[in-house]
T-cell receptor
């Protein structure tokens, strides 16, 4: 079975540019998470969706960040305009929501550098 | 709020045993996960505890005490490939909140 698929794997962009990160969750999973990982702050939850509906976006840093999930097999995380402090690894993860103890499975991550 | 504490670094010798402790104070609790993350890679699932006690899975075991807000991950018969970061995560409302991770270095 294919795991969580993210693209791009690596992106280097200039400050002020728009960045779009993409994610395809594991088929059959109904929960999707976007996490950000940095050395300073560790792994932080940005937003999570259940059945394509955003349930909790309290971790989204500011209005420059937005996330969508138009269908069960695709999600995007957009940063506009990007800033150097947005440089991080962005992980998408998915799970099956239904009972406690659902393991979440991570994609390989998108390594973002904003210069 | 969520407060999850674990040591920053640990070093051990190949073949030895290492115990990584995790203490937590969180607004809710459904269970506790341990993930392994090798440098440059995604976190991968190791274990899950929802009831007090020890869960054993091969060379890895995980323990939970809900009343004490405490868990540990025990790695036995250490191998070089076990050098990685180990992340403690508390599940609440089907979300996971992660600790900062413990970097384990295994030396020959």
């Amino acid at each position: 079975d294919a795991g969580v698929i993210q693209s791009p794997r690596h992106e280097v962009t200039e400050m002020g540019q728009e960045v779009t990160l993409r994610c395809k969750p594991i088929s059959g999973h109904n929960s999707l998470f976007w996490y950000r990982q940095t050395m300073m702050r560790g792994l932080e939850l940005l937003i999570y969706f259940n059945n394509n509906v955003p349930i909790d976006d309290s971790g989204m840093p500011e209005d420059r960040f937005s996330a969508k999930m138009p269908n069960a097999s695709f999600s995007t995380l957009k940063i506009q305009p990007s800033e150097p402090r947005d440089s991080a690894v962005y992980f998408c993860a998915s799970s099956f929501f239904g009972t406690s103890g659902n393991t979440i499975y991570f994609g390989e991550g998108s390594w973002l550098t904003v210069v | 709020g969520q407060n999850i504490d674990q040591p920053t670094e640990m070093t051990a010798t190949e073949g030895a045993i290492v115990q990584i402790n995790c203490t937590y104070q969180t607004s809710g609790f459904n269970g506790l996960f341990w993930y392994q993350q090798h440098a440059g890679e995604a976190p991968t699932f190791l274990s899950y505890n929802v009831l007090d006690g020890l869960e054993e899975k091969g060379r890895f075991s995980s323990f939970l005490s809900r009343s004490k807000g405490y868990s540990y991950l025990l790695l036995k018969e250490l191998q070089m490939k076990d050098s990685a970061s180990y992340l403690c995560a508390v599940e609440n409302d089907y979300k996971l909140s992660f600790g900062a991770g413990t970097t384990v270095t295994v030396r020959a």
